[in-house]
């Protein structure tokens, strides 16, 4: 047996479920607009998508699930934000990786 681990091979699953939470399309969303826009309640969320107010809540219960957003009712609304540094390290190498010249 090899003695080869890196962090990473030792996290395999914690970071394939971190990476299968932000793979979806309508999560990558939510998580740019709460990186770009701050925090936002379903309401604004959904101003810039289009997919129904229950398959948003569904979304964000995933991303809540796994740590990655956290929510502050203020008011009547709750508000959702990144609560994981390491969502905000990917969304900003995505960034530059489709922004550059091809």
């Keep these: 047996m090899s003695n080869y681990s890196t962090s990473i091979t030792r996290n395999a699953k914690t970071a394939s ?3 299968k939470a932000i793979s979806n399309p309508h999560r990558l969303v939510i998580l740019s607009q ?3 826009l701050g925090a936002r309640n379903v309401s604004q969320l959904l101003a810039n ?3 129904t107010q ?6 964000l219960a995933v991303l809540r699930e796994e740590g990655l ?3 502050e009712k ?5 508000y959702y934000a990144i609560d994981c540094e390491v969502v905000n390290q990917i969304l900003n190498a995505l960034e530059v990786h489709f922004t550059r010249p091809q």
């Design 17 to 19: 479920k971190l990476l």
């Design 74 to 78: 203020k008011g009547t609304a709750i």
């Design 49 to 51: 998508m289009s997919i």
């Design 69 to 71: 957003i956290s929510s």
């Design 34 to 36: 709460l990186k770009i």
């Design 54 to 59: 229950p398959a948003l809540s569904q979304h």
